[in-house]
């Protein structure tokens, strides 16, 4: 069940790779949309997005008991977001930038719209496949796992599909973007297979039965932030996600432009990163068991986030092994840290289920992608306008001022947010034995309810 369920992380973070590192420079590169406007086209595709995931969230709570639950969205929304991928990168010849504009919005938003309707359904269902906290760190770690596939595949698969040779060191590094429509077309596919495999892995597996349904009101949205161990978790998640926002506009420009490395020696680096960082998944697992989720999170996002402070800033032009080694290993290995915080919002969500008698799982997700959303959408405007304000010309040798503008945005710009995240996390208090208390008090409210409907049912007998 874990497997079948989690293989459908595999498509959803093609997707989302592939957009964050690629959707960017395609549309500068090959399109010929200017920077800032591609920028503002991705960023308001993702406050839609962001918009319609708490909806989601609680649609999926009303309506999971029928039509097969959440397991239906899931399902259907693969479709949609199979679709939507295929139109983003197989824009037609377009002759204005406002054309390629809407065209880049209009496709952006059909697909993150897909997105919505799998993504949040099949990570709520993550509170409700089990109730023991290391079983949902295994079950994370699987479905860490499987992303982090799909984060080599989105990597990897354009350079290897491509049919132009290596692209100049410094005219961009960016090889495999003329490979993206056939890439589109696999990534696909796999998305369609991850849908049928949640919907086949899940079956018989009811959620637990509502109290009462959730109201479609906007308040509903917003509740989340009644819980106060909710409030800090996700003011660290959303500075977080603005490093990482930031991190994966850059990571081409960065790495082509400044490092001036060609483009099998990104491949390399990617690959390296996303391998390393899938491997430490199981470092991470293994000691949340041994001293629990929230010293290792905050304790890595504190030495990440310093760590590319200064590495990243100081890194040569030329140097191939250095930001090998030393990025794509060690950074690689502290970025596993991060797998910790999406496992510790499920243990906030039992509190929420322990005040309340409810389980909101879809509200808190949709709200915790809406927060992330946002976070990116603001990280690739700002990107967007720096590079036209530094005069990119995807044509043009990078100038010295482009450069220092990518040390500071790929350096400093993403260390100080993890920096922060990790500081926010250092002072969380809901730790670990105050989360083992919410579950024993689940259990023993859950075991009263067991023994008064089976006496219940002796009396009637």
């Not at 939507?84 to 504009?101: E, H, Y």
């Not at 760190?137 to 860490?144: E, I, K, P, Q, T």
């Not at 990597?155 to 961009?172: C, E, F, I, T």
């Not at 503008?405 to 710009?413: D, E, S, T, V």
């Amino acid at each position: 069940m874990q497997l079948g369920y989690a293989y459908a992380d595999l498509g959803v973070n093609v997707v989302e790779v592939v957009a964050r590192l690629y959707l960017l420079i395609f549309y500068t590169d090959v399109v010929g949309l200017r920077p800032s406007l591609a920028g503002l086209a991705v960023a308001l595709g993702l406050v839609w997005d962001a918009v319609t995931d708490p909806v989601m969230g609680v649609v999926s709570d009303r309506l999971r008991h029928r039509f097969g639950g959440r397991r239906c969205f899931v399902l259907v929304g693969s479709f949609f977001l199979a679709a939507g991928l295929v139109l983003l990168f197989s824009p037609p010849a377009l002759a204005t930038q406002g054309a390629r504009f809407a065209w880049l919005l209009g496709a952006y938003v059909f697909l993150n719209s897909g997105l919505t309707v799998m993504a949040i359904p099949h990570t709520a269902m993550s509170a409700e496949l089990s109730e023991d906290p290391h079983a949902r760190s295994v079950l994370f770690g699987w479905r860490f796992a499987f992303a982090n596939v799909g984060a080599l595949l989105a990597a990897a698969l354009p350079v290897l599909l491509s049919a132009k040779p290596p692209s100049d060191p410094g005219r961009g590094g960016a090889g495999g973007i003329d490979a993206l429509p056939q890439f589109a077309w696999i990534t696909a596919l796999l998305i369609v297979l991850g849908g049928i495999s949640v919907w086949f892995s899940t079956r018989g597996i009811a959620p637990p039965p509502l109290a009462s349904v959730p109201r479609l009101q906007w308040r509903a949205f917003l509740s989340p932030l009644a819980n106060p161990a909710f409030r800090p978790l996700v003011a660290g998640y959303v500075v977080a996600m603005l490093g990482v926002g930031v991190n994966a506009a850059v990571a081409l420009f960065y790495y082509g432009r400044h490092l001036e490395l060609g483009d099998q020696q990104i491949q390399t680096l990617l690959v390296t990163f996303l391998g390393v960082w899938t491997l430490s998944l199981l470092f991470w697992v293994w000691i949340s068991r041994r001293v629990g989720k929230l010293r290792p999170l905050a304790r890595g996002a504190t030495v990440l986030g310093a760590s590319i402070c200064v590495l990243y800033l100081v890194l040569p032009p030329g140097n191939f092994v250095l930001p090998l080694v030393l990025g794509g290993i060690g950074i690689g290995f502290l970025f596993g840290s991060t797998l910790l915080i999406d496992s510790l919002l499920t243990d906030v969500i039992d509190l929420d289920r322990l005040r309340t008698g409810e389980q909101r799982a879809g509200i808190y997700f949709g709200f915790w992608r809406f927060a992330a959303k946002l976070a990116r959408a603001f990280s690739l405007l700002t990107t967007g306008l720096v590079l036209d304000l530094v005069g990119f010309d995807p044509e043009a040798a990078p100038t010295e001022e482009l450069r220092w503008a990518l040390r500071l945005l790929f350096g400093p710009g993403v260390g100080c947010f993890f920096l922060a995240a990790g500081l926010i996390l250092l002072r969380y208090r809901f730790s670990d034995a105050k989360q083992r208390q919410v579950r024993r008090l689940l259990d023993r409210r859950e075991q009263r309810a067991e023994r008064s409907s089976d006496a219940g049912a002796r009396a009637r007998a």
